[in-house]
């Protein structure tokens, strides 16, 4: 009897998600859940991150915008704040940060200022990349889970 004829190559239909979950254990069904998961919330933070840049980038030109036509004039330039845009925090650190340090001597007002605005930019930069961390931790660990 020839042993090719007696051996059944498998349909390549049936081997597909459902197959591989009628014949997975725990441990591949966690794994799986696990990977999902996971996708899931990159998938989450993605979108979230899309949707936050494109509103952040129309306040952002707004307010660029205002800010320019201000000139030298502050009270037009605190008019145009918006809190929710990174510029204006800056700009909102900036201006309270020179009330504080009215009167100081001016070496000691551009270097307190100088603190200031680099302050509120990195708290800026620290707000622009939340999540951020998650997104690496998922994508360096997601290969080893599915390897395991």
Do not use: C, Y
């Not at 650190?93 to 009215?102: E, I, P, S």
């Not at 307190?112 to 939340?130: K, N, P, Q």
């Amino acid at each position: 009897m020839d042993l090719s004829q007696t051996a059944q190559t498998p349909d390549p239909q049936a081997l597909g998600l459902m197959h591989f979950l009628a014949q997975t254990d725990a441990v591949g069904g966690t794994l799986l859940a696990v990977l999902l998961l996971m996708s899931v919330i990159t998938w989450a933070l993605f979108i979230n991150k899309i949707i936050a840049q494109w509103r952040t980038s129309g306040r952002s030109r707004r307010f660029l915008s205002a800010f320019t036509r201000a000139g030298d004039n502050l009270n037009d330039v605190a008019a145009a704040l918006d809190t929710a845009e990174p510029f204006s925090r800056v700009t909102q650190r900036t201006l309270d940060a020179a009330q504080l340090v009215a009167t100081q001597s001016p070496a000691m007002r551009d270097e307190l200022l100088a603190r200031s605005i680099r302050r509120a930019i990195a708290e800026e930069s620290h707000r622009s990349e939340s999540g951020l961390t998650v997104l690496a931790s998922i994508g360096s660990t997601a290969p080893f889970i599915g390897l395991f």
